[in-house]
């Protein structure tokens, strides 16, 4: 039926090849797909084509890797099932970071499968390790809304371990001090050209959704339709940004912005300013 045929009967068809995945035992890849039209959806119609296209190009790369390396952890961690809490913290060959964190966001979404997903993004304020780190809970809708033991903006110093991959990113907290008053550095200073830090990521592990991206000085701005972009103070780079996003960030001088890269769209996390840090929903 073609792009537009997939689009306009997404939902149907995608809890239908759901259903048969979770029979195959594939539940992670199962609730992925579950979720693809919602995040077709979220995009304006005149992108949703190219947003499928990247989704299920995206779905080829790790079927095909799934095909190639059954037994690679990362992968089968995307199409089957996590290692428990347990394995990663038993594991003598799991990254183990101990630094400083600043936390940039938390992120709740109610998931079509009943369950709720709770991500704290976590930016490492150290030279050294990876840059961002990614708590990922689940519990029950039903269960009502979860308090969280991390408060936005807030700084600690602790130990994380990190999922096993190329790019590691899902992490578990081994340890969290004591809180204390911490200076309010400046964030570091991005390592990467923007299209180093975009490309990278898809070179390991290609079919990964979401890429967390530490911006260089910029500014976000309307265009005459009405649409929000990022972009970078040389004026070099340029990136749509969802709607979604704090009206006080418009037109502001940004010294360094944490965001998602989605593929489409910016979600942005946090930025840091003249006067101050200012969430991407504050």
């Known amino acids: 039926m073609g792009l537009s045929g997939f689009i306009d ?7 239908r090849i ?3 995945l979770v029979d195959g035992k594939a539940a992670v890849l199962a609730g992925r797909i579950d979720e693809l039209p919602s995040r077709l959806l979220a ?10 296209v990247v989704e299920l190009g995206k779905l080829v ?3 095909r890797a799934f095909r190639a390396t059954p037994r690679n952890t990362a992968i089968r961690r995307a199409v089957a099932a996590s290692e428990t809490r347990e394995t990663v913290l038993a594991d003598p060959d799991a990254l183990r970071v101990d630094a400083d964190w600043e936390v940039l966001a938390e992120q709740v979404q109610t998931r079509r499968d009943g369950l709720v997903s709770q991500t704290t993004w976590l930016l ?4 050294a390790g990876p840059r961002f780190a990614m708590l990922l809970d689940f519990f029950p809708a039903s269960a ?3 308090g969280s033991v991390f408060t936005p903006g807030e700084r600690f110093h602790g130990e994380l371990v990190f999922y096993p991959s190329a790019q590691p990113l899902r992490a578990l907290l081994v340890r969290r001090d004591a809180t204390h008053e911490m200076p309010p550095p400046a964030w570091p200073a991005p390592d990467d050209t923007l299209s180093d830090a975009l490309t990278r990521p898809l070179l390991a592990e290609p079919w990964v959704i979401d890429i967390p991206l530490l911006l260089p000085q910029g500014r976000i701005a309307r265009d005459a339709a ?3 972009w990022w972009r970078s103070a040389d004026g070099l780079a340029t990136l749509p940004v969802a709607s979604e996003v704090n009206g006080i960030l418009c037109g502001t001088d940004l010294a360094r912005t944490a965001a998602i890269w989605s593929g489409n769209r910016l979600a942005i996390l946090a ?3 003249p006067w101050g840090r200012i969430g991407g929903h504050d």
């Open 271 to 273: 930025a840091q300013t």
């Open 124 to 127: 490492n304020l150290a030279a």
């Open 9 to 15: 009967d997404a939902t149907a068809r995608c809890r």
């Open 226 to 228: 009405g649409h929000k």
């Open 144 to 146: 009502g809304r979860r």
């Open 43 to 52: 995009l304006s119609a005149g992108d949703r084509p190219r947003g499928a």
């Open 18 to 20: 759901a259903a048969r």
């Open 61 to 63: 790369l790790l079927a």
